[in-house]
């Protein structure tokens, strides 16, 4: 990405000049103007920067500039530079999407904190946009979420309909089943798609630190806060928070999480300014929240506020049908990331796929699709069939193969040459198996 650029636009060229000197020395790269239409001029969508600009100017002043610079690019910060008297006005600009403000006469320190903490706001938000272009997955919830189970189906579908509100949402599943790639997938359909996707691991943060990280603090808050600093909240702002493994967080932090959620402000530690949040809460626990609430290690309150909307993330236990799907898929992805020409997955493999338990759910499926693509096996348990249910072993591979080959139909609907490339067979071969388990080009995948 291109070095950040500060426009900085004020009439009074004493102050503009001696701004951008302080900014500059600070490191930022300026360009500063006596003009808003000049700055207009200077901009454009995806522009890779920040607006610093007088809120009182001759001609157009600083809001209705902010107003124009939002028609080409909703996302460009734009910092107001208030008089003492103009904290009424400042407090509507930053309600009509204003980044921040700041007061004169400002400190040199102060202002370089808000630009830097401006700019990389932006950057997340290029970086979003731009990850989301490359991967084209705005709508491709099924590429995403793949998995032709009526527990799936379910999945996305209720994903769409809380996907267009604004709900704070619970995600509930087993260890590596998927949930902050779902977490992720409701934000890309979310009016906030644009705006920073921020994931916090509640259960990595150090106790001690925990606050800080979250709400920023002030300098000199406590020993050791040299400069302030602003908090994953803070950096949010309008996007989507991502409270990951929201169980651990220790039982004091959830009270004042609470209050976050429902009054929407944040305050810095060692700051009485409160900060408006508007920012979107999705949180996830791989453990039953209300089994925590009945221990003791949940707040009660906080478990009804985020329990609104749960989403239910199902292990691949629940799930099975989907299984040598999704890992014919992780197979694709795996080659694509390791260069591989295509692999061939054999109906041996796919097979081995199905039976087995997957404990560590999709993650662990995509370890053995990565080690598989390398040509190191599937891993983990021994290679060979075992006849674990006793039941013949025969009858099992061929219960495997039907529902795999099944799924396989269903997935390209009915179309042969993909089911038997994907499968690495024969179309003769597929014709014989076909006829073998009484499956027909439309066959819907058994459970
Ligand atoms: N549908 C999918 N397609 C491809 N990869 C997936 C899919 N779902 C999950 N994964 C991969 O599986 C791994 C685990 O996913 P994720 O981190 O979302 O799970 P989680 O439920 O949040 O795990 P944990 O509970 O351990 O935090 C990641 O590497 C992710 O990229």
Redo the contacts with the bound molecule.
């Keep these: 990405m291109t070095p950040s650029t500060i426009i900085l636009v004020d009439d009074e060229d004493e102050l503009r000049r001696s701004t951008a000197q302080t900014l500059d020395l600070a490191g930022f790269k300026v360009r500063d103007t006596a003009s808003a239409e000049r700055a207009l001029d200077l901009l454009n969508p995806g522009f890779n920067g920040v607006v610093i600009t007088d809120i009182r100017m001759p001609g157009m002043d600083g809001m209705t500039l902010m107003n124009r610079i939002r028609d080409i690019d909703v996302d460009i910060p734009v910092i107001l530079i208030t008089g003492h008297a103009e904290v009424q006005l400042a407090v509507k600009a930053m309600r009509e999407g204003a980044y921040d403000f700041i007061e004169k006469p400002f400190n040199a320190q102060d202002l370089a904190d808000r630009t830097a903490r401006a700019i990389d706001h932006r950057r997340l938000v290029l970086e979003n946009r731009i990850l989301r272009a490359a991967a084209g997955k705005r709508d491709d919830i099924e590429a995403?979420?793949?998995g032709r189970t009526q527990i799936m189906v379910d999945l996305r579908y209720q994903l769409r309909a809380v996907g267009g509100t604004d709900a704070d949402v619970l995600i509930i599943?087993?260890?590596?089943?998927?949930?902050?790639?779902?977490?992720r997938a409701l934000h890309d359909i979310s009016g906030r798609a644009e705006r920073p996707f921020v994931a916090i691991?509640c259960a990595a943060l150090p106790e001690t630190l925990i606050e800080s990280e979250l709400y920023g603090h002030e300098a000199g808050a406590f020993p050791g806060a040299l400069r302030a600093r602003y908090g994953k909240f803070e950096h949010a702002r309008t996007g989507t928070i991502l409270l990951?493994?929201i169980g651990s967080m220790p039982l004091e932090l959830q009270a004042k999480l609470l209050r976050v959620i429902q009054e929407r402000v944040i305050t810095r530690l060692g700051s009485n300014e409160p900060v408006p949040l508007d920012a979107r809460f999705i949180a996830?626990s791989?453990v039953d929240l209300e089994a925590e609430v009945a221990a003791g290690r949940f707040r009660a309150d906080l478990f009804y506020r985020l329990n609104v909307v749960t989403l239910r993330?199902p292990s691949l236990a629940q799930r099975r049908a989907d299984v040598p799907l999704?890992f014919l898929?992780?197979v694709r992805?795996a080659s694509g990331r390791y260069r591989r020409d295509h692999v061939e997955v054999a109906p041996e493999v796919l097979v081995e796929v199905a039976r087995r338990q997957w404990p560590g759910?999709?993650?662990e499926?995509?370890n053995a699709a990565d080690r598989f693509v390398l040509g190191l096996g599937l891993g983990g348990e021994q290679e060979t069939l075992r006849d674990a249910d006793g039941g013949r072993l025969a009858d099992q591979v061929a219960d495997f193969e039907r529902s795999v080959i099944a799924g396989t139909l269903s997935a390209h609907r009915g179309n042969l040459k993909p089911v038997y490339e994907a499968l690495g067979i024969s179309r003769k071969t597929l014709y014989e198996k076909m006829q073998r388990y009484g499956l027909d080009k439309g066959t819907a995948p058994s459970e």
């Design positions: 995403r979420l793949p599943g087993d260890t590596g089943s998927g949930k902050e790639v779902l977490a691991n990951d493994e996830t791989k993330m999704l898929q992780l992805e759910n999709v993650r499926l995509r």
